[in-house]
């Protein structure tokens, strides 16, 4: 939790997250992702000062319980000083021991926020899937929050002027914005009119632009023009002089047998890799996320 220090910005966990969508969806299946197809609503976490704090937080927590489906776990969740902004001893269950940060007593806006990403561990713990390290593993956590429908509350945490900040998770604001328009664009949400922060209404519309480009790489037909022409010099280059590693960045060629090239790029929606072959206009279909794919190879 960053509190009044200096917040990261820009993308640089943007491999680990793609890494953690695939992981969602190869660990869950493409029909219980879309079980989560709506977002946790504002109101369903909202939490004002009038409220009693104890039984706020409970109510809170038991909305999230719900959201993530995990009807037989019972959240217990008290309060102590801590430099994290929330902590989550993961046992057998079914009660599961969460410690919030006193500075939410205060700041009881933000509760819905760490509640949802510790309520995720819990979910993740259960499903057995985590990635090797803490920084890692807690990059994992952040994205399936966010993937889930329950992280546009972690980026609307996120606030900064001159003089103070306030930021929970690992992912930048920009990376929360990206996942978080990941899921918009998969599942047609608007999570626009949700925000209360500025700074997370900016972020969102900078990890949309990047979500969007996803879509817009070679050999997509969407890729724009300086992209198709570098695909091109690629292709030609494969052919000529022998397939082999990564020549566009993120698409690569191979052959197989006696002039037969193929391309292998990644899902803009899962980033599963897909192989299709060099053959002008494709039609691709993403076994793991369902996504369909006009190309020209």
């Known amino acids: 939790m960053a509190n009044g220090g200096p917040v990261e910005h820009g993308f640089p966990h943007l491999a680990t997250v793609r890494a953690a969508v695939t992981a969602l969806y190869k660990r869950l299946s493409y029909d219980t992702v879309h079980a989560f197809d709506t977002s946790v609503a504002p109101v369903d976490v909202a939490f004002c000062d009038q409220d009693d704090l104890h039984l706020g937080v409970q109510r809170v927590a038991r909305e999230l319980v719900g959201h993530y489906r995990l009807p037989d776990a019972r959240m217990i969740v008290s309060f102590r000083e801590m430099t994290h902004a929330a902590n989550v001893e993961l046992a057998a269950g079914p009660e599961y021991f969460i410690e919030l940060n006193d500075r939410f007593r205060d700041h ?52 900064e002027d001159a003089s103070s900040s306030q930021k929970l998770g690992y992912l930048t604001p920009e990376e929360f914005g990206y996942v978080v328009a990941k899921r918009a664009l998969a599942f047609g949400e608007a999570p626009e009119t949700w925000f209360t922060s500025p700074q997370a209404y900016t972020a969102y519309t900078k990890g949309l632009a990047r979500a969007r480009a996803d879509g817009q790489q070679p050999p997509l037909t969407a890729a724009g023009w300086a992209g198709r022409r570098r695909y091109a010099k690629d292709r ?12 566009g960045g993120a698409y690569s060629f191979s052959a197989e047998g006696r002039d037969a090239l193929r391309v292998t790029f990644p899902c803009p929606t899962c980033h599963q890799r897909i192989r299709v072959p060099v053959r002008g206009r494709v039609r691709a279909r993403c076994a793991l996320c369902h996504t369909v794919m006009e190309c020209d190879t």
């Open 236 to 247: 030609h280059a494969a052919r000529a002089y022998g397939a082999g590693g990564a020549t």
């Open 108 to 159: 009881r806006r933000d509760i819905g926020a760490a509640l949802a990403h510790e309520v995720m561990h819990v979910y993740l713990h259960r499903l057995g899937l985590e990635f090797p390290g803490t920084r890692d593993n807690e990059i994992l956590t952040d994205t399936a929050t966010a993937y889930l429908g329950a992280g546009w509350l972690l980026l609307d945490a996120y606030r």
